[in-house]
């Protein structure tokens, strides 16, 4: 079978792009012939490496797949204007750069956001007359305009009917979470149509230790409450801050935030307005190291904005965070994160309204009135178990492979 993966990120990217590049590989190694068509490397920080500046075009292989890397504008996290240009390059430079790919695909698989790669997916497997898979990891424009990173306008309206559109032309719909899933069913797409396929998570997570992260940083003796990812839009890391501030007075606690984003700095100036000193913020990091900092940390934390489509988020993170065996707070509505930790092992949760909520759980698990170690390795055997990337790739596959898709 011969599949053309569509997606504007791709590595070395680091983030949630890993997923596509775990499960490509997957296909690969199970003999089938996988092409990906995507953009010259810049995300998050909008640089694009030095041998691919100035291209067009771009061709390399990465294990055995064949990337196909097209023009597109830079553009870091905190330039989402830029972006959304980005987005519209892309389309128009990949699209050319599709002609240059010889042969036939059995399958096209775009994956979405952003909702340009899902209409260049529908554009090429007309041209190609393949089968289209889409695969959505977030809903837009609905979700962007619940977050607040896009506003309501003719322009979301028409991103709307335009995905309405492909949704009803895809053969099938791969979601990442049961709550997307039951969205499509709720919308009109059916059933057979569509499948639940999480990201999991690699050995190189459920095997890691803490490499020092806690000398390097001078945690040694503090109990470290732990974030790590994307400070945008889609989170409520303000009620962190609140509870590093009520727990300011004992030593003993430190707040860490590693990454970036676009509201980073919002966050940063939060805290150096509350003078505080059990805070710190540490830059993006490399994804090798991250599950060293996750298993460095006492209490892994993750917060949502508290909006409906929050339901049906599942973050990629957690995965990552159960898999280094340490206990997790999370604020959210009641979500399918939620019931998730719940079914793993335990759901320790607050309100993002309602900071102290978040600080009485850091006390009560330095306490020890909470077992976070039994907890965390509930959560390890949980993903070890049940949610390797392996074994939803072999899923996804299947999906692949046969005419139908079990839910």
Same mark, same amino acid.
């Given at each position: 079978m011969k599949i053309l993966l569509i997606t504007q990120h791709f590595p070395p990217e680091r983030g949630a792009v890993r997923r596509l590049y775990e499960f490509a590989s997957h296909f690969r190694k199970n003999g089938h012939d996988v092409t990906v068509l995507t953009a010259m490397p810049n995300y998050p920080d909008g640089i694009i490496p030095r041998k691919y500046r100035g291209k067009?075009?771009?061709?390399?292989? #990465?294990?055995?797949?064949?990337?196909?890397r097209s023009y597109v504008?830079?553009?870091?996290?905190?330039?989402?204007?830029?972006? #959304?240009?980005?987005?519209?390059?892309?389309?128009?430079?990949?699209?050319?750069?599709?002609?240059?790919?010889?042969?036939?695909f059995d399958i096209v698989l775009a994956s979405s956001p952003?909702?340009?790669?899902?209409?260049?997916?529908?554009?090429?497997?007309?041209?190609r007359r393949a089968k289209l898979v889409l695969e959505i990891r977030d809903?837009?424009?609905? #979700?962007?305009?619940?977050?607040g990173s896009l506003k309501a306008s003719m322009f979301t309206r028409m991103i709307k009917k335009t995905m309405n559109f492909i949704y009803q032309k895809a053969w099938k719909i791969v979601c990442v979470t049961e709550g997307l899933a039951n969205w499509m069913g709720d919308h009109g797409i059916p059933k057979d149509r569509v499948s639940t396929i999480k990201s999991g998570v690699g050995h190189n997570f459920i095997d890691s230790h803490s490499n020092g992260i806690r000398k390097k940083?001078?945690?040694?003796?503090?109990?470290?409450?732990?974030?790590?990812?994307?400070m945008g839009t889609v989170r409520s890391l303000?009620?962190?801050?609140?509870?590093?501030? #009520?727990? %300011?007075?004992?030593k003993c606690y430190?707040?860490?935030?590693?990454?970036?984003?676009?509201?980073r700095k919002a966050y940063e100036a939060q805290a150096k307005q509350y003078n505080l000193t059990n805070i710190s913020f540490i830059d993006l990091q490399p994804l090798e190291q991250i599950p060293y900092f996750l298993h460095a940390g006492d209490v892994l934390v993750d917060s949502l904005k508290d909006v409906p489509f929050a339901r049906s988020v599942l973050p990629v993170k957690m995965f990552e965070y159960m898999a280094a065996g340490k206990p997790i707070i999370f604020g959210s509505p009641a979500t399918e994160a939620t019931r998730f930790l719940d079914k793993a092992g335990g759901a320790l949760t607050f309100s993002v309204k309602k900071p102290e909520?978040? %600080?009485?759980?850091?006390?009560?698990?330095?306490?020890?009135?909470?077992?976070?170690?039994?907890?965390?390795?509930?959560?390890?055997?949980?993903?070890?178990?049940?949610?390797?990337?392996?074994?939803w790739a072999r899923r996804y596959l299947d999906i692949l492979e046969n005419n139908h898709s079990p839910r």
């Open positions: 067009f075009f771009y061709r390399e292989n #990465m294990d055995g797949i064949e990337i196909i504008l830079p553009a870091s996290n905190d330039q989402p204007k830029k972006r #959304m240009i980005g987005f519209v390059t892309f389309l128009c430079s990949s699209l050319i750069n599709s002609f240059r790919i010889k042969g036939r952003p909702v340009t790669s899902a209409v260049l997916g529908y554009i090429i497997s007309r041209i809903l837009q424009p609905e #979700m962007g305009v619940q977050y940083y001078g945690w040694e003796d503090k109990f470290l409450i732990l974030f790590t990812g994307t303000e009620p962190i801050i609140e509870s590093a501030r #009520m727990l %300011a007075d004992n430190h707040f860490a935030f590693v990454g970036d984003g676009q509201c909520q978040l %600080a009485t759980l850091i006390q009560d698990l330095y306490q020890q009135k909470i077992d976070g170690n039994n907890l965390g390795k509930r959560y390890h055997e949980y993903v070890k178990t049940h949610h390797s990337t392996e074994k």
